[in-house]
């Protein structure tokens, strides 16, 4: 966590603001590990006197949920995950979990969203007639739908391993911050900040991984930061965002126009959001009454996501449209491709929404 990101963003306390309604401001209690300007391991918590939760850093990545303990609970594996075991012991304890366990699942989403953010860096990618950097490309695809002048701070909303936000740092000229709710990606990504080197397992097939480690360079990356968070329970104050960017992000929450709501509360007066979406709904997700879209082809919009959320994002037509957002441009069809193995590559087709808010 970078002090600087810290100071600038000044996060409340996310249990503060659920249960109580309040912004109760975090502060850094301790730090245990630095690295130049970077608090690699410490504690934050809350200020307020009733409160006084603690937040851990770890790996530089701030933890910022509103039930910390229940998540430490669940999540204690990952959280203390050795990364000093040979290729051939990690292959063997694999083998032995099995293809449905929780390592198997955590090391298949790490292969899949590294390889597109960074294997065409990789000098010995072995597929890269396949183009990664498809999610890079949609990002730059969806800058081209702004009519102004970009301005920060920038928010990137499920960041994942972390490209779009270096790729934001390089287009925009304030702080950028990634977050997201995988420790494990987000661990990934903050290699890649500290140490300018991207090391994951690559998926051949099966429970086959080869281990890849390269080095990347991002202009930028000192405006740069990673913190894990709850998109549907962000621990900032309300417009403090200039720009907002959830890519591929409201078919994988609870609650999408819980989420949209969000990015309203954070972004500041005449900020900007970029939405992109291949409204690939799951119950797994999102239960099927929340889908903007994708159900109920009875009603006016005839099931179709994406008049469904012209209407949310424009003020008078829905129930529950945006009283302070409005489209500026969508791209209809932007391609987006996910590699899960080496015979295996899904290819979507998203929407982009370029939006801008009309607060006062």
């Known amino acids: 966590m970078r002090h600087l990101h810290f100071e600038t963003i000044a996060p409340i306390c996310p249990r503060c603001r659920i249960d109580r309604s309040i912004d109760s401001a975090l502060v850094i209690a301790n730090i245990i590990t630095e690295e130049g300007d970077q608090i690699v391991e410490g504690i934050l918590h809350c200020s307020d ?73 990789d000098p010995d990618e072995p597929q890269a007639s396949l ?8 990002l730059s695809e969806g800058l081209k739908l702004f009519d102004a002048e970009l301005a920060g701070p920038t928010i990137d909303l499920g960041c994942s391993t972390g490209r779009t936000t270096f790729e934001l740092a390089a287009s925009t000229n304030d702080l950028v911050l990634g977050i997201d709710l995988s420790f494990p990606m987000l661990q990934l990504a903050g290699v ?9 397992e690559r998926r051949t097939g ?12 991002f202009p930028g990356s000192d405006r740069v930061d990673f913190w894990l968070c709850d ?50 709904w799951s119950t797994t997700a999102t239960p099927v009454e929340a889908w903007i879209g994708g159900h109920s082809q009875r009603g006016g919009h005839a099931g ?40 295996c590559l899904v290819k979507y087709d998203l929407h982009l929404i370029a939006a801008r808010s009309t607060k006062a």
């Not at 890649?192 to 994951?200: D, E, K, P, S």
């Open 304 to 343: 179709s996501s994406e008049s469904l959320l012209r209407s949310l994002l424009t003020p008078g037509e829905h129930p529950q449209s945006l009283e302070n957002m409005e489209i500026i441009r969508e791209a209809e069809h932007v391609s987006w491709q996910v590699r899960t193995h080496d015979r």
């Open 192 to 200: 890649v900040l500290r140490n300018g080197i991207v090391q994951y």
């Open 231 to 280: 998109a549907m329970s962000l621990p900032f104050r309300d417009a403090g965002f200039g720009l907002g960017v959830g890519l591929n992000l409201l078919d994988s929450v609870v609650s999408p126009i819980g989420l949209l709501q969000t990015l309203d509360r954070i972004i500041k007066p005449s900020g900007q959001v970029l939405l992109s979406c291949p409204y690939d």
């Open 49 to 121: 006197e009733s409160c006084q939760i603690e937040y851990p850093i770890i790996d530089g990545i701030p933890i910022l949920v509103p039930d910390i303990r229940t998540f430490i609970t669940d999540q204690w594996p990952q959280l203390n995950a050795r990364k000093d075991l040979s290729a051939t012991m990690r292959s063997l304890l694999a083998d032995g979990a099995g293809s449905d366990s929780a390592l198997e699942i955590t090391r298949q989403h790490l292969s899949t969203y590294a390889w597109d953010h960074y294997a065409q860096f």
């Open 131 to 138: 183009s990664p950097g498809s999610i890079a490309r949609c």
């Open 206 to 217: 099966g429970l086959v991984y080869e281990p890849r480690s390269f080095s990347v360079e």
